[in-house]
């Protein structure tokens, strides 16, 4: 009986409390001079961001059953504590990796549901689960720091392992090249990018440790966009573009600075539909957005936890209708923008 209490259908909000939205954050701010390239959409930070579809006139009788289930139901509502990075799949569900509680979370908005994927491999737990990617036939990919392996699931979240111990020592971020069907790598602690066919058989390695073009000081995390491999490398303050068929030298994008768009500790990368580059700068706690020439172009956030701001973020990524998401690491919530097109350079 109490069970059938809560059959409403819920809907995702990335702002269900409609708190921090109320006024549009436009990034660059609305003004004579600047013409806003992104605006402020909400956050995802776990059930909450599931609400009742439509509010209806309540039933006194339902509402007192809930509130004597919730007399035994004392347990916090199931959310993000360290978020890593994250892709939206073809069915429009968000995947985040978190890597405090050992789990992939999955934002279902189609389903009104909110999944937590704590299993790697049959009864094997994910330990640090931080770069994912899709995969072909709605597979996922998976990294594991510290297990030292890749894993895939299917779309239900069963799991198991594509790259085994001892062909990695810490991979972190991950690109899948679905023309090629490769998976690229980024192998942290050996300082090299790995690439994999789907059968977990190491084809090629790019780059070694060092501060030349191509060469690599801990990268983190990777994206692919027009036949060329994004790169933070993340100890050289730096972002590397790589020709994956070798035919030209790495385009440097930023350099080590104090400014802002300079790097200290570049991690997530990301491309858009306007093939503009974004760059997590964690240390400084801003979205740094760069065009395909590796001109800076724009910062979004700041050091804080007022919608727009950050602590710590790690990952970024964009799905097909250009909304950006932030991995708001030390926040512990996914920060939600929308790309207004057009160009991301103020004035243009």
């Known amino acids: 009986m109490l069970s059938g209490c809560?059959?409403?259908?819920?809907v995702l909000r990335f702002d269900p409390l409609r708190s921090t939205t109320e006024k549009r954050i436009y990034f660059p701010p609305i003004s004579d001079e600047e013409v806003p390239r992104y605006v402020y959409v909400g956050e995802l930070i776990g059930e909450q961001?599931?609400?009742?579809e439509v509010k209806k006139e309540k039933n006194p009788v339902i509402e007192a059953l809930k509130w004597i289930a919730g007399i035994f139901e004392m347990d916090a509502p199931v959310g993000l504590q360290r978020p890593q990075s994250g892709v939206v799949d073809e069915n429009g569900r968000i995947l985040v990796t978190d890597v405090s509680r050992g789990?992939?979370?999955?934002?279902?908005?189609?389903?009104?549901?909110?999944?937590v994927w704590e299993y790697a491999q049959g009864y094997r737990r994910f330990t640090t689960p931080t770069g994912i990617a899709l995969g072909p036939a709605g597979r996922i990919f998976?990294?594991?720091?510290?297990?030292?392996?890749?894993?895939?699931?299917?779309?239900?979240?069963?799991?198991?392992?594509?790259?085994?111990?001892?062909?990695?020592?810490?991979?972190?971020?991950?690109?899948?090249?679905?023309n090629a069907a490769l998976l690229y790598v980024a192998d942290t602690?050996?300082?090299?990018?790995?690439?994999?066919?789907?059968?977990?058989?190491?084809?090629?390695?790019i780059g070694q440790r060092g501060e030349g073009p191509g060469e690599f000081n801990y990268p983190t995390y990777l994206a692919l966009n027009r036949g060329k491999l994004i790169v933070?490398?993340?100890?050289?303050?730096?972002?590397?573009?790589?020709?994956?068929?070798?035919?030209?030298?790495?385009?440097?994008?930023?350099?080590?600075?104090?400014?802002?768009?300079?790097?200290?500790?570049?991690?997530?990368?990301?491309?858009d539909?306007?093939?503009?580059?974004?760059?997590?700068?964690?240390?400084?706690?801003?979205?740094?957005?760069?065009?395909?020439?590796?001109?800076?172009?724009?910062?979004?956030?700041?050091?804080?936890?007022?919608?727009?701001?950050?602590?710590?973020?790690?990952?970024v990524w964009i799905d097909r209708g250009n909304r950006v998401f932030v991995a708001d690491t030390f926040n512990g919530r996914i920060a939600v923008f929308e790309f207004l097109g057009g160009g991301a350079e103020n004035g243009n």
Do not use: C
């Open 6 to 10: 809560a059959t409403e259908k819920l």
């Open 49 to 52: 961001n599931f609400v009742e």
């Open 103 to 115: 789990a992939v979370f999955v934002f279902d908005p189609l389903n009104g549901r909110l999944d």
């Open 142 to 178: 998976v990294a594991d720091s510290d297990q030292s392996q890749v894993f895939v699931l299917d779309q239900q979240g069963n799991g198991s392992s594509l790259i085994a111990r001892g062909l990695l020592e810490r991979p972190t971020g991950l690109a899948w090249d679905a």
């Open 189 to 205: 602690q050996a300082h090299q990018i790995k690439v994999f066919d789907l059968t977990g058989r190491m084809v090629n390695t």
């Open 232 to 271: 933070a490398d993340t100890m050289n303050a730096r972002v590397q573009l790589i020709t994956l068929d070798d035919t030209a030298s790495p385009i440097i994008v930023g350099e080590r600075g104090t400014k802002v768009g300079n790097f200290v500790r570049p991690k997530g990368v990301a491309v």
């Open 273 to 315: 539909s306007e093939n503009n580059i974004y760059v997590i700068e964690s240390y400084y706690d801003h979205l740094l957005i760069f065009d395909d020439q590796a001109r800076f172009l724009l910062p979004i956030g700041g050091a804080g936890k007022e919608a727009g701001n950050f602590y710590l973020p790690g990952g």
